[in-house]
């Protein structure tokens, strides 16, 4: 329960935050854009079931993959377009946030660990 409210909030509010620090006057579009990062969990749709909470998404899906993760980065420390910029931030503090949950889970969970890509 903890869990679940400490993930949803550092997706939807937290990043609220962020994009306070990082434009002052201009947070609210920062936020909307951070928060339409949130597209990329679309693709848990390909996956069965669709939602499972004791899953880890990192290395699961393919937007959450190694190879998107770095190809965020890339985005990240070389676009020269502002936009792009915060969308590869946003992509990335995603995983983040999920990597986090994965870790959380694996702290109760064995099999969940032996399951994911860190094992
Ligand atoms: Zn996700």
Redesign the pocket.
């Known amino acids: 329960m903890l869990q679940t409210v400490v993930h949803y909030f550092l997706h939807f509010i937290f990043i609220g935050a962020i994009a306070f620090l990082l434009d002052k006057s201009n947070w609210k579009k920062v936020w909307l854009i951070l928060l339409s990062t949130m597209v990329?969990?679309l693709d848990h749709l390909f996956s069965q079931p669709i939602f499972d909470a004791q899953r880890c998404?990192i290395g699961f899906h393919f937007l959450?993959s190694e190879i998107a993760i770095i190809i965020y980065s890339l985005f990240f420390f070389f676009s020269k377009n502002k936009t792009v910029t915060i969308i590869s931030l946003g992509l990335l503090f995603?995983m983040l946030v999920?990597l986090l949950d994965c870790f959380w889970t694996f702290s109760y969970c064995n099999s969940c660990f032996q399951n994911s890509i860190f094992y």
Request: aromatic share 0%; charged share 35%.
């Open positions: 990329v969990d998404s959450h995603h999920d």
